[in-house]
């Protein structure tokens, strides 16, 4: 982090809130957004029934990226035929045997909600709640209510890597919404309002070919921050912002030295959800193939009670 970066309130200063837009009590922000029209716009999108699961694998033998700091999830075996096969081996009528085990994971670790609660600055989260609610657990917008109504509507997949002739973007490479637009453009549809907006960088197969020097100088390419990015998200109402990198923004401002400033501007102030670290390859292959890069997007965080967030399988259908 720059030493003398300025505060996060000063280099947001002038970007856009939906604070009290939807009540004192509100806690899915922009999902709100996302109406029965608007999930029957998003299943008018269904029309030959290919299904794309968007979530990677935990525990891939391959390994798992994760924001610095934090561990990939590590699945344990509990019971399985070896501790069945052995004197004093607790026994079931029937000679019932089974398999058991658990994970231990980040909640943030890998394809994931972030809940509107999850960053905040200047002691307030989404929506004007006290930072201490944080304390212990989430007793304000945490994952719990975006998971209760789940996220269903329109998808639009902007191929950022494929619209710069790259197999990935590169470390630190930047983009703004004037380009989300140029790219779509490009792709032959647009974005439309309450569009739940999923951008392509590939850039998590850097972290295949280079293994641990992928965290060498680790700063993700993304949106970068800007006033009138956040009005564009705000003025096209945007409620969900879900990408294939660990932090779905440029990790550090390259001039101010701020990090993931658009995870407030976008999170605490307007309310837009983050999905992250999501597989979209198969998904870009086939649009790339058939030219239509817009479908039915349904996710179902799991319900975790006060969480910051929480892992999540969204689908894509066409
Ligand atoms: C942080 O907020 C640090 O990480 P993420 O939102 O990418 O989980």
């Known amino acids: 982090m720059t030493e003398n970066a300025p505060s996060m309130a000063e280099f947001l200063a002038g970007a856009p809130k939906n604070w009290g837009k939807w009540g004192p009590d509100d806690e899915v922000g922009s999902l709100n957004y996302l109406t029965p029209a608007e999930v029957l716009r998003g299943v008018a999108e269904a029309r030959e029934g290919k299904v794309f699961t968007l979530q990677r694998l935990i525990g891939d033998p391959a390994g798992d990226p994760v924001w610095p700091g934090r561990e990939p999830a590590k699945r344990t075996m509990i019971l399985d035929e070896a501790t069945w096969d052995h ?38 989260l989404w929506n004007g709640y006290d930072a201490r609610t944080t304390v212990g657990g989430m007793d304000k917008a945490s994952v719990e209510p975006i998971a209760e109504r789940g996220v269903v509507g329109r998808g639009i997949l902007l191929d950022m890597a494929r619209f710069r002739g790259k197999q990935a973007l590169d470390k630190a490479e930047t983009f703004t919404h004037e380009d989300l637009l140029a790219c779509a453009q490009a792709q032959g549809q647009q974005i439309e309002k309450h569009d739940v907006v999923v951008i392509r960088t590939n850039f998590l197969s850097w ?26 998200f705000q003025q096209m109402e945007i409620p969900n912002l879900v990408t294939d990198t660990i932090a779905n923004e440029i990790t550090t401002d390259p001039d101010s030295g701020v990090a993931l400033p658009l995870h407030n501007a976008l999170m605490r102030n307007l309310g837009v959800t983050l999905t992250e670290i999501c597989d979209l390859e198969k998904l870009a292959a086939d649009c790339a193939e058939d030219g239509r890069y817009t479908f039915l997007y349904a996710a179902a965080p799991l319900k975790v009670h006060q969480a910051t967030g929480s892992p999540v399988n969204p689908i894509a259908i066409k």
């Open 207 to 232: 972290f295949h070919e280079l293994g641990d020097a992928f965290y060498d100088g680790f700063c993700e390419p993304g949106l970068r921050y800007s006033v009138e990015l956040a009005e564009w």
């Open 87 to 124: 004197d004093g081996a607790p026994q079931f009528p029937g000679g019932l045997h089974y398999a058991d085990d658990k994970i231990e994971a980040f909640l943030q670790g890998s394809t994931q909600y972030d809940a509107l609660g999850h960053v905040w600055y200047d002691g307030q």
